[in-house]
């Protein structure tokens, strides 16, 4: 039999000095309170970065203002981030930092591919979406849920630029409420018959392939998370077809095309389902729950972009005879500014450190989502408040980021719905 440890005895083992808590034969540390034991399933709380991360960061940063930062501008007017910039990015290894070695990947941890996620939306957080989409979303879904098979033949190929993913699972009366999604998939012998629609597919119109979510019975209000399937489909399926696609008169993410995709009689092989026939609402909120952790991570780039963009403002401009960053109501913006950064990134990096450990993180990543959602628009709108007049002008970014800050609280779950799930995890304790 197994004794469950107590905090009060890793603590007081602690105090005394003792090294790495040490349980005797037969006992178990719980999972919540790992961290304070120093054993695997938790470490030692420690803000510092590794050597690793710095260099890797500073790669990243390098790759940013060079290939990224000089040319957002002239991507927003496109609509579009050129193909060659993601074939750069599979080369030095950030469109599959997640994925493991052995399909391709960096094998990278949740907290650097957190800090990594905040540098690229520094520069350009278009760019930012496009590679969560085809990394977070379609690449983890076909990780944790694909077959041996399907491992190898997609992940290699969206690590490294070869081909893009994208993840369809929205559809136009049903945002929110996800499980209400309608469209189908009937068995035909040894393929699958697609039929359906799907709204505000970032990446969607270009990427080579699709995870796709479908209902396999028919649609039932009372049983709507039940018959929900997973499938990858080809751009160049027979009945698939992008409709409609929008970038450059979108509020942000001018750079990020979303798409509309029909699927009319679209069919593909049966081996092309991702994981069992009735695992689709499972699969969706694992996938989602990743896919918000990194859409928090690039609201602390927008965020940290915006409060760098502000602090350079204030310091040189001037009014009144002195440097404006000198009046205390201007202070005070920069005080609230560098909390909400400081908070959004905490936040983050506690979600990320809780997967590295196995830990349920649901809670802490809808968390970090939620503050991000919220304090991502308030610091980006005090940074368009310090440049006065100039804010308002294409000729500073702060605009820009003030625009790509409103979405972080609408795609991947509202906040709303974070409040849903953060009172329910809290509630049901």
């Given at each position: ?11 007081s ?7 790495p808590?040490?349980?005797q ?15 695997p ?90 590679i ?13 849920f ?39 998939a009937?068995r035909?012998?040894?393929?699958w018959?697609l ?13 080579d ?7 396999t ?33 979108k509020?942000g ?28 609402w ?72 809780m997967?590295?450990q ?16 919220e304090?991502?628009?308030r ?39 974070q ?11």
């Amino acid at each position: 039999m197994s004794a469950t440890v107590s905090r009060e005895r890793i603590l007081s083992w602690n105090c005394e000095g003792g090294g790495p808590f040490q349980p005797q034969a037969g006992e178990v540390v719980p999972a919540d309170i790992g961290f304070l034991s120093g054993n695997p399933i938790g470490s030692a709380m420690e803000f510092a970065i590794t050597e690793e991360q710095k260099l890797l960061r500073q790669t990243v940063q390098e790759f940013v203002a060079k290939e990224i930062s000089p040319h957002v501008e002239a991507w927003e007017e496109k609509g579009d981030v050129p193909d060659s910039v993601f074939r750069k990015l599979g080369e030095i290894g950030l469109l599959g930092a997640p994925i493991p070695v052995e399909y391709g990947g960096a094998g990278l941890d949740a907290v650097t591919y957190a800090m990594l996620t905040e540098e690229l939306a520094k520069g350009c957080s278009s760019l930012r979406t496009t590679i969560s989409v085809n990394t977070s979303l379609f690449g983890m879904n076909v990780l944790l849920f694909g077959s041996e098979a399907q491992k190898r033949f997609y992940l290699p190929k969206i690590s490294s630029g070869e081909k893009r993913g994208a993840w369809a699972l929205t559809e136009p009366q049903s945002g929110s409420d996800a499980a209400g999604l309608r469209t189908t998939a009937r068995r035909k012998g040894d393929h699958w018959v697609l039929n359906g629609h799907k709204m505000w597919i970032s990446d969607g119109g270009k990427a080579d392939y699709h995870v796709v979510y479908a209902r396999t019975d028919e649609f039932d209000p009372r049983t709507k998370r039940n018959h929900i399937a997973t499938f990858v489909v080809h751009k160049d399926d027979p009945g698939f077809k992008v409709g409609s696609v929008e970038s450059k008169t979108k509020l942000g993410l001018r750079a990020s095309p979303t798409a509309e995709l029909l699927y009319e009689d679209c069919t593909i092989p049966a081996d092309r389902m991702l994981g069992k026939p009735d695992s689709g609402w499972e699969q969706a909120n694992k996938i989602l729950n990743g896919g918000r952790l990194s859409v928090a991570a690039g609201a602390v780039g927008i965020a940290q972009a915006a409060l760098d963009a502000g602090i350079a403002y204030v310091k040189s401009r001037e009014a009144f005879g002195k440097k404006i960053g000198e009046f205390q109501l201007v202070k005070e913006h920069v005080a609230y500014m560098t909390l909400e950064v400081e908070t959004m990134r905490l936040l983050v990096y506690k979600a990320a450190w809780m997967k590295d450990q196995g830990l349920d993180n649901r809670l802490a990543v809808s968390l970090a989502k939620l503050h991000a959602g919220e304090a991502c628009t308030r610091v980006t709108e005090r940074a368009v408040q310090l440049h006065g007049g100039n804010g308002f002008s294409g000729e500073y970014p702060v605009e820009r980021y003030w625009r790509d800050s409103k979405i972080i609280g609408i795609y991947e779950g509202t906040n709303e719905i974070q409040k849903i799930i953060v009172a329910g995890e809290v509630l049901d304790r």
